[in-house]
T-cell receptor
Framework: ETGVTQTPRHLVMGMTNKKSLKCEQHLGHNAMYWYKQSAKKPLELMFVYSLEERVENNSVPSRFSPECPNSSHLFLHLHTLQPEDSALYLC???????????????FGAGSRLTVL | DAKTTQPPSMDCAEGRAANLPCNHSTISGNEYVYWYRQIHSQGPQYIIHGLKNNETNEMASLIITEDRKSSTLILPHATLRDTAVYYCIVRASGTYKYIFGTGTRLKVLA
């Protein structure tokens, strides 16, 4: 596996379910990101982790709970979601542990979430 | 809010150069310009970035004006596979916040 891998690619869940999205990067990067992309809207930054420490939380509701157990893995735990949370959830990584310099993002293919 | 302004859509004939403009009139001295593209419902793909100088790689060229208030992404020989939404992003060194706008939807026509 190379690059940034996201699983599952598609997820359908009810409002009372608990599910998780998984992201794994094989690039040796030190920072990982969650973005949300709703229909016809720009990508919205949700969370950033650097060296497993959360460094950005962009006013995301508590029904989204991120977890970064190591620098290669990032999870987004989902519970009691709303239909408006249906979106494409994108994971990205970047090499630098600190955001200095160019720090290019590499994205995964995304997880398409539908909340019924 | 995004710090960049892009036209919502553009068409380009296959084989011709595609020139995508971006306005970033409030850019600061330590802010980089990045270009990404997103093909339908896939993750964004990095294309190129620059700080002050023009840049070229195997995918594209980036031309940044001398005052750095605008830039142009050039795809030298557009193909149908270049049809995508192209995002111009400005990010300050020292922040993790890459703020995406609505981008330019480029359609390459056969």
């Amino acid at each position: 596996e190379t690059g940034v891998t996201q699983t599952p690619r598609h997820l359908v869940m009810g409002m009372t379910n608990k599910k998780s999205l998984k992201c794994e990067q094989h690039l040796g990067h030190n920072a990982m990101y969650w973005y949300k992309q709703s229909a016809k809207k720009p990508l919205e930054l949700m969370f950033v982790y650097s060296l497993e420490e959360r460094v950005e939380n962009n006013s995301v509701p508590s029904r989204f709970s991120p977890e970064c157990p190591n620098s290669s893995h990032l999870f987004l735990h989902l519970h009691t979601l709303q239909p408006e949370d249906s979106a494409l959830y994108l994971c990205a990584s970047s090499q630098a542990a600190t955001p200095s310099g160019a720090n290019v993002l590499t994205f995964g293919a995304g997880s398409r979430l539908t909340v019924l | 809010d995004a710090k960049t302004t892009q036209p919502p859509s553009m068409d380009c004939a296959e084989g011709r150069a595609a020139n995508l403009p971006c306005n970033h009139s409030t850019i600061s001295g330590n802010e980089y310009v990045y270009w990404y593209r997103q093909i339908h419902s896939q993750g964004p793909q990095y294309i190129i970035h620059g700080l002050k100088n023009n840049e070229t790689n195997e995918m594209a060229s980036l031309i940044i004006t001398e005052d750095r208030k605008s830039s142009t992404l050039i795809l030298p020989h557009a193909t149908l596979r270049d049809t995508a939404v192209y995002y111009c992003i400005v990010r300050a060194s020292g922040t993790y916040k890459y703020i995406f706008g609505t981008g330019t939807r480029l359609k390459v026509l056969a």
